[in-house]
């Protein structure tokens, strides 16, 4: 396997007293799409800015493509949150910017604009663009520089469901042609995109892999109506959670071998918690329960060292 694109060793990093990140190890493979997942102001974009050597750590230390980390604009695009158009100016002008700013800036922004439909918007002031035409103006931007590392800070948070798919090819696309992707998020259904997931919780990354195993190892989840949550609380493990007007709960790993009346773990677990039977459903986890389940601190296996 060739070297990681990217490596974070041990970084921490404070503001003040507070401190936002704890001893972060994190590996980038070269030519992988990785989602770094985690609930708002866990600290997705202070180690992003940590990887373009935009922020550095308190501790610990960052190399990209070998070096330490410094603002290096020859390999990194990074797609900052809600900083990169230039509101007095058009979309045009905003492009042409990044174009004279930006040595590997390509002629790709035309496609790009055209398939997230603001190309007819260029010459309109960027001050007058919703926020989701700013975030597609400023993905079309970042995409458009030619670089080995795309740094992406929530591309999809102001987009409409029906622009993700776009993003999401774009990101195929650059993955397709050898490019490293890393993108941070809070959505779960970014997770479709990612070669590997990293889950940052509590200033760690307490979970990392492919979204196959990582889906594997979340246990079953159980589902029953709202009214039910007081009692499915009382068999769960960690706390319930609603989901499209039901709540739901992680099967305890006590019964990942059955039960020890030979029961079913659903006859088991709807008797334990006085819900009757018909009411409590047994279901596949989904990349939500997977987001909850490593972010909301349910997860026992790698969390063991947390604060
Ligand atoms: N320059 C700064 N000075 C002080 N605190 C900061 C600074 N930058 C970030 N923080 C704090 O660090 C924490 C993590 O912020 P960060 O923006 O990295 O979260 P995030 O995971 O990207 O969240 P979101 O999903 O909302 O974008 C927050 O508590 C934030 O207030």
Not at 26 to 42: R, T
Not at 123 to 131: F, I, K, L, M, Q
Not at 258 to 273: E, N, P
Request: proline fraction near 6%; charge should be negative; glycine fraction near 8%.
């Amino acid at each position: 396997m060739s070297d990681p694109v990217a490596t974070v060793s041990g970084v921490s990093k404070s503001f003040g007293e507070a401190g936002v990140l704890e001893d972060v190890d994190l590996a980038v493979e070269d030519g992988e799409l990785l989602v770094l997942m985690g609930p708002n102001g866990v600290g997705k974009s202070v180690l992003l800015s940590c990887l373009a050597g935009s922020q550095t750590p308190s501790a610990g230390s960052v190399d990209v493509f070998g070096e330490p980390t410094t603002a290096r604009a020859d390999t990194t695009s990074f797609l900052l949150q809600d900083a990169l158009a230039l509101e007095s100016l058009t979309g045009r002008e905003n492009v042409d910017f990044y174009r004279r700013l930006h040595p590997q800036f390509t002629d790709e922004w035309r496609d790009h604009v055209e398939r997230l439909g603001i190309a007819d918007d260029l010459e309109r002031p960027v001050a007058d663009y919703s926020g989701g035409m700013v975030r597609k103006l400023e993905l079309a931007i970042a995409a458009s520089i030619d670089a080995p590392l795309y740094l992406f800070d929530e591309p999809t948070a102001a987009l409409d469901l029906g622009t993700i798919p776009t993003v999401h090819e774009l990101f195929r696309e650059k993955r397709a042609a050898g490019k490293t992707i890393v993108v941070a998020s809070h959505r779960p259904m970014n997770a479709d995109i990612a070669d590997r997931i990293a889950f940052l919780a509590d200033g760690r990354i307490v979970a990392t892999g492919p979204p196959d195993e990582l889906l594997a190892s979340v246990p079953p989840v159980l589902e029953t109506g709202a009214s039910n949550a007081s009692a499915l609380a009382d068999v769960v493990d960690g706390a319930p959670f609603a989901v499209a007007g039901n709540v739901r709960g992680f099967v305890p790993r006590r019964y990942d071998a059955g039960t020890d009346d030979g029961r079913s773990v659903r006859d088991a677990i709807s008797d334990a918690a006085g819900i009757d039977r018909t009411a409590l459903e047994i279901v596949e986890p989904t990349y939500t329960d997977l987001f909850t389940y490593y972010t909301n601190g349910v997860s026992t296996p790698m969390t063991s060292d947390r604060r």
